[in-house]
């Protein structure tokens, strides 16, 4: 089983439309989470960090987290064709390192 | 531009030559980051420094590969002995508490 998955997609979805975008984990200890957005050719760009289980907002994006379920996911609201990119879950592990496991990433289209 | 640089941006070699890659942090960061990333994967942890002190390294990290940060500033990876599967992108990443901020890599293409 892998640290941190996610599905590979290409998940497509048209212009205005809300993407969902999924990663669950196996470490039962982590304890921060974030998404990063990674445009072809390009390093990753952090957009959301999240700590604590529910839901956190900003702008259009909003982060959800269920430590029980061992599930994070992002939401994207009013998708736009620019949101088109490779979108990477990142777990930073419990008490002891600093270490970040990121998954292979779900690619995302918005098709307008 | 998130305050990581990293040089070169671009490096071509050919196998069996030693290269070795820089990475300035945001000048507040106490920890310091490789990876690399390859086609269709998500970032690979390589190893990472709390100030000066190289706190883990992968266990897949083969021993040809080294890195450095010393004075706890700036920080070098060296690649010895390159080989073609070491064709990637290496990404250096800084933190201060636990949001992370990439520079924008050095692609390394090994012929």
């Known amino acids: 089983q892998k640290e941190v998955e996610q599905n590979s997609g290409p998940l497509s979805v048209p212009e205005g439309a809300i993407a969902s975008l999924n990663c669950t984990y196996s470490d039962r200890g982590s304890q921060s989470f974030f998404w990063y957005r990674q445009y072809s050719g390009k390093s990753p760009e952090l957009i959301m960090s999240i700590y604590s289980n529910g839901d956190k907002e900003d702008g259009r994006f909003t982060a959800q987290l269920n430590k029980a379920s061992q599930y994070v996911s992002l939401l994207i609201r009013d998708s736009q064709p620019s949101d088109s990119a490779t979108y990477l879950c990142a777990v930073q592990g419990n008490s002891g390192t600093y270490k970040y496991i990121f998954g292979t990433g779900t690619r995302l289209k918005v098709l307008a | 531009d998130t305050g990581v640089s990293q040089d070169p941006r671009h490096k071509i070699t050919k196998r069996g030559q030693n290269v070795t890659f820089r990475c300035d942090p945001i000048s507040e960061h106490n920890r310091l980051y490789w990876y690399r990333q390859t086609l269709g994967q998500g970032p690979e942890f390589l190893t990472y420094f709390q100030n000066e002190a190289q706190l883990e390294k992968s266990r897949l990290l083969s021993d040809r590969f080294s890195a450095e940060r010393p004075k706890g500033s700036f920080s070098t990876l060296e690649i010895q002995r390159t080989e073609q599967g070491d064709s990637a992108m290496y990404l250096c990443?800084?933190?201060?508490?636990?949001?992370?901020?990439f520079g924008p890599g050095t692609r390394l293409t090994v012929t």
């Open positions: 990443a800084s933190s201060s508490l636990s949001e992370q901020y």
